[in-house]
T-cell receptor, first 114, second 112 residues
Framework: AQSVTQLGSHVSVSEGALVLLRCNYS??????LFWYVQYPNQGLQLLLK??????LVKGINGFEAEFKKSETSFHLTKPSAHMSDAAEYFC????????????FGKGTMLLVSP | EPEVTQTPSHQVTQMGQEVILRCVPI?????FYWYRQILGQKVEFLVS????????KSEIFDDQFSVERPDGSNFTLKIRSTKLEDSAMYFC??????????FGNGTRLTVT
């Protein structure tokens, strides 16, 4: 069985500050890991994915995430937050790159203040 | 860029009524999914559909739920007799081959 835990339902940062959204996973097989973003009134959009290649994955909008097997973590970071980054972020795990279903975390709402 | 389209964006229904949520997946995609998110909770998998049949379903997807691809473009989720606890945001998704899932904007279902 697989699961995802996202620490913090809300994270607040100032514009220009570092963004760190935490995700820990549990999986009985080598995982495939994803970050999705949901802007208000929109669907889930893929930010980035880890599929057992490089452990540091770069995504859209300046976000990146690092897979750390020893810590079972896949935290999402961005060096400098923009106001437009305000959204809800979901970490998800799959047993393979696309064939099986995704298991999502509860989501973290990122709030960016001027 | 092609999108997954869901209608309506918001549906209000009375308990016990049937509701059909509609989705138009991306045209060349072959795998279709429904997920839901109850307010404040995780996004949960409901069902996957491929080659005109259900390929996987979760415990949530009981006999009250059904899916159908009535024509070459639509993919629907039917709830036969809605309950209060069915109130949630329902997301349709599709993919092609080994690509990640592409999600629609969701339909917010409110059961009163």
């Amino acid at each position: 069985a697989q699961s995802v835990t996202q620490l913090g339902s809300h994270v607040s940062v100032s514009e220009g500050a570092l963004v760190l959204l935490r995700c820990n996973y549990s999986s009985s097989v080598p995982p495939y890991l994803f970050w999705y973003v949901q802007y208000p009134n929109q669907g889930l959009q893929l930010l980035l994915k880890y599929t057992s290649a490089a452990t540091l994955v770069k995504g859209i909008n300046g976000f990146e995430a690092e897979f750390k097997k020893s810590e079972t973590s896949f935290h999402l970071t961005k060096p400098s937050a923009h106001m437009s980054d305000a959204a809800e972020y979901f970490c998800a795990v799959s047993e393979n790159s696309g064939y099986s279903t995704l298991t999502f975390g509860k989501g973290t709402m990122l709030l960016v203040s001027p | 860029e092609p999108e997954v389209t869901q209608t309506p964006s918001h549906q209000v229904t009375q308990m016990g009524q049937e509701v059909i949520l509609r989705c138009v997946p991306i045209s060349n995609h072959l795998y279709f999914y429904w997920y839901r998110q109850i307010l404040g909770q995780k996004v949960e998998f409901l069902v996957s559909f491929y080659n005109n049949e259900i390929s996987e379903k979760s415990e949530i997807f009981d006999d009250q739920f059904s899916v159908e691809r009535p024509d070459g473009s639509n993919f629907t989720l039917k709830i036969r007799s809605t309950k209060l606890e069915d109130s949630a945001m329902y997301f349709c998704a599709s993919r092609q081959g080994n690509s990640p899932l592409h999600f629609g904007n969701g339909t917010r279902l409110t059961v009163t």
